[in-house]
């Protein structure tokens, strides 16, 4: 149908700015930039972080903070949080040491925990969601409530018995390469949240709700069953970061990854990730949760206690987030010279 | 219209060649306004042509970015609010802005309540102004009762009352009387009436005509930001003003072309929401314009909203092509063909930050995946289409659609709508705040639609454009219908007795 008659055919360019400014000019690529620089400068640098093992540990050490970043993205985008993913982490631990200590099998014992996840993050989708409270007040109850539950079952001990060919798996590389075999696992779920995210209808309503729940709403989106299966997927992902986790150190305890949940998040909003939601990028992400550890680790072996590398974590968090406000600022200001210049010396031929 | 000879006065406030932009935007390109004692004066222009930000300026809101304001000859500059009622400069605003908790008097006083000697708040002194001040303006509100639940006629006069015991010489009125019913009106120009002859400077910002060729003195027009001309009043016609404040004639403004009115599509039935609307029952043909009319609030895009789903309803059924449209699932409403266009862009019609083409197929995004998976490319492809469809201005595609004009964002709500090929087109104030020219082409958009055979129900606060697009008019009143009248009947004066005069209806 034409809808306003015979009027010339507009013609539209896709994009405002080139592609290479597109490319580069963005948070994602700033933070892969930064990240290669330390990284070379610690390959120079540091003694020791040039070997084999340093990659292995590094990536077996981050595993759990990528996995969990992946849904912790999604659910920030939204303008949502989830701050009790380690305690989950805590609880999967516990279930998984509790059955197998049982004499359950291990890969059901796993599957239980994933699913006991999977339950936590329904019981924090419902309460934002269908009651309507506060992400950040709902999962800061139920950090607690979760880890309450972790340490009950277990007390203050430990379970280390788990099956050899299990841990031995969870430590293992891919053949040939000094890179854990977990990564695997991390790039599957990679794809399938970046496509998630970036190419399908529903990451577009999660971009949307973020922006603006209201224009979403109106557009037909069910704000409320879109962030309810986020929550849902951030509790069983967390769930198995915490099989994983348990494997790894033979070692189920109820204070098991005890305060993960802030290094996640700094980690995703070091990528990039609007706190204020609808902004981000999964490489980026991937990327701001290798520079932290990459950071970590080469200052470990060069022998900076551990105080100093959080605050070092700490200062690189604030400025990054201080860093695109203050972009925003300076884009504002030019924005607001150009138009006084326009407004005063050329007034524009706009029909009336 | 009763005193018709002004004698000169000194200007109470001036302001001359006023500049402010907003980033890249130019809101003011030149005000220029001059206001004297003793009178009131009319501002008028289309919504966008800078009034607003006129007053904001004066009010200490914004600051100029160049110009000069001038408050008894005398060159001001401010930079806060406080400033500029401590100047003397008072605005009562469309939509007062009073404490609900405290009572009438306690919010005349807010903030410089008066003391006794041991510097408690002396309440009794306070009373004694208050009620002397309603005395004089001839209003009967109780000064002890607190402001929630009365009606925004009465808050507005609170907000008048403030003014005159913070003896402003200098009072705005932005578009005071647009949720007033008749009474209310007089009452508010008697008040006004007796404040000019009090010797003070009065700026009277409204969009009907008769109001101000009733009430004002002096009119001073605006187009685009620029001060255009200021005449008496008994000077010139509404015609004059009109084509001053459009700058070409407006004989193309409703193009109504001839539709074949078909079949019903909506059948809304007994449709009830406890404290906001009540047994509503109507319906739309295919092919028809059905005009929603009646004062802000009175319930109308509560309805719209329920009938698309956004909102619940508790009692009452939709009907869509004979078929129950089941409530409160926009998801689904949108799938059977109905397009709500939201009466607030900014907040509800777009996602401001996102890009337009992102934008325009938001609400198609699951029906132009292919394989589940959507990239900008298909995006842009769509996009591509009713972008020019609709003739909309933007830099790119992936422009954000914040920084459109406010025109070019209502084309995109519109084609977002239009790309989800709707039977029934809500529109809700589908010309607020866009300028002459998009205004006409919007019209001639939503006549064409009609013709090709899509149920339209158009709900607006403007008059003229109900009047002038619509088959037939509805007009609702505090969450009831009130009236329905053939597009013959439809009168402005049927119309506006409907929207604003209480009937012996039985509840």
Not at chain 1, 129 to 137: D, E, F, I, M
Not at chain 1, 253 to 281: K, T
Request: charged share 20%; aromatic share 6%; net charge neutral.
């Amino acid at each position: 149908m034409t809808a306003t008659g015979a009027a010339p055919a507009r013609t539209y360019r896709n994009h405002a700015r080139p592609a290479w400014r597109r490319a580069l000019l963005n948070r994602e690529a700033a933070i892969i930039a930064i990240l290669v620089i330390v990284y070379v400068v610690s390959l120079a640098v540091v003694p020791n972080f040039s070997g084999p093992l340093t990659i292995t540990y590094l990536l077996r050490d981050v595993a759990p903070i990528l996995l969990i970043a992946l849904p912790m993205t999604l659910i920030i985008v939204t303008e949502e949080i989830d701050l009790s993913v380690a305690s989950v982490v805590g609880l999967s631990s516990v279930l998984t040491g509790l059955l197998t200590q049982a004499g359950v099998p291990f890969l059901w014992a796993a599957v239980v925990a994933v699913l006991a996840g999977a339950l936590a993050g329904v019981l924090n989708g419902f309460l934002v969601t269908v009651v309507g409270l506060p992400s950040l007040a709902v999962t800061i109850g139920t950090l607690a409530l979760f880890r309450g539950i972790a340490v009950g079952l277990l007390g203050t001990t430990a379970i280390t018995e788990f099956p050899e060919e299990w841990t031995s798996f969870a430590r293992s590389n891919i053949p040939g390469t000094p890179v854990p075999t977990i990564m695997v696992a991390f790039a599957v779920l990679a794809v399938v949240f970046a496509v998630v995210l970036h190419f399908t209808p529903f990451g577009r309503a999660l971009f949307a709700i973020g922006l603006n729940k209201e224009a979403a709403a109106f557009s037909g989106i069910d704000v409320g069953r879109s962030k309810f299966l986020l929550f849902v997927a951030s509790g069983a992902v967390s769930a198995f970061a915490g099989v994983y986790f348990t494997l790894l150190y033979s070692n189920a305890r109820g204070d098991n990854a005890m305060g993960l949940e802030l290094q996640i998040i700094a980690a995703v909003l070091l990528g990039g990730v609007s706190i204020f939601g609808g902004r981000g990028a999964m490489h980026g992400v991937i990327a701001g949760v290798l520079l932290i550890g990459t950071l970590g680790s080469a200052l470990r072996l060069a022998n900076v206690t551990s105080d100093i590398i959080n605050v070092i974590t700490g200062l690189l968090l604030v400025f990054s987030v201080i860093s695109s406000s203050l972009l925003a600022w300076v884009h504002d200001r030019r924005a607001a010279a150009i138009g006084r210049r326009r407004g005063v010396s050329a007034p524009s031929s706009r029909t009336p | 219209m009763e005193d018709a000879v002004v004698t000169p006065s000194p200007p109470a406030l001036e302001l001359e060649r006023v500049v402010k932009s907003f980033g890249p935007v130019v809101a003011l390109r030149s005000g220029s306004l001059t206001m004297r004692r003793g009178s009131i004066h009319a501002l008028v222009g289309e919504n966008g042509a800078g009034k607003s930000t006129l007053v904001k300026i004066v009010a200490g809101l914004y600051r100029r970015d160049s110009g000069e304001l001038r408050l008894e000859g005398e060159s001001v500059d401010f930079t806060s609010t406080s400033q500029s009622k401590a100047a003397g400069i008072a605005v009562i605003y469309q939509e007062p802005t009073l404490f609900p908790d405290l009572t009438v008097t306690e919010n005349i006083f807010m903030g410089r309540q008066p003391t006794d000697r041991i510097g408690r708040i002396d309440r009794r002194a306070m009373r004694a102004e208050a009620l002397e001040i309603f005395e004089r303006l001839g209003v009967a509100i109780n000064p002890d009762r607190v402001v929630e639940g009365l009606s925004i006629a009465d808050q507005q006069l609170i907000e008048i009352a403030k003014a005159i015991s913070l003896d402003a010489r200098v009072m705005i009125m932005d578009e005071p009387t647009a949720a007033l019913s008749g009474f209310e009106v007089e009452r508010l120009f008697a008040v006004a009436r007796s404040l000019r002859d009090e010797d003070r400077a009065l700026l009277f910002i409204s969009h009907r005509f008769d109001e101000v060729f009733e009430l004002c003195d002096t009119v001073t027009v605006m187009r685009d930001g620029s001060y255009i001309d200021t005449l008496p009043i008994d000077e010139t016609s509404v015609d004059e003003l009109v084509s001053l404040m459009v700058g070409r004639d407006v004989t193309e403004m409703y193009p109504k072309l001839p539709a074949d009115v078909g079949d019903v599509v909506l059948e809304v039935e007994g449709l009830t929401r406890t404290g906001v609307f009540r047994d509503i029952s109507f319906s739309v043909r295919a092919g028809e314009i059905v005009g929603l009319a009646g004062l802000v609030g009175a319930g109308r895009s509560e309805v719209a909203r329920a009938v698309f789903g956004v909102d619940r309803y508790e009692a009452g059924s939709v009907r869509l092509h004979g078929r129950p449209l089941p409530g409160g699932n926009p998801r689904l409403s949108t799938a059977r063909g109905v397009a709500l266009v939201p009466e607030d862009r900014r907040k509800q019609g777009l996602v401001l930050d996102d890009g337009v083409s992102r934008n325009i197929t938001l609400s198609i995004r699951s029906r132009l995946a292919k394989w589940g998976l959507l990239w900008s490319g298909l995006e842009n492809e769509a996009a591509k289409v009713w972008a020019s469809r609709l003739e909309v201005k933007t830099a790119a595609l992936d422009a954000e659609a914040g920084t459109l004009s406010g025109g070019n964002q209502q084309k995109l709500v519109l084609g977002k709508w239009l790309a989800t090929e709707p039977k029934l087109l809500i529109v809700d104030e589908p010309t607020r705040g866009i300028d002459v020219g998009t205004k006409a082409e919007v019209h001639r958009l939503i006549s064409t639609l009609a013709q090709q055979g899509i149920a339209i129900l158009m709900i607006s606060s403007e008059l003229p454009e109900v009047l002038g697009m619509a088959d037939r008019v509805l007009v609702m009143r505090e969450g009831s219908l009130t009236a329905e009248f053939s597009r013959d009947e439809a009168t402005p004066e049927n119309v506006m007795r409907a929207a604003t005069v209480a009937q012996e209806v039985s509840r």
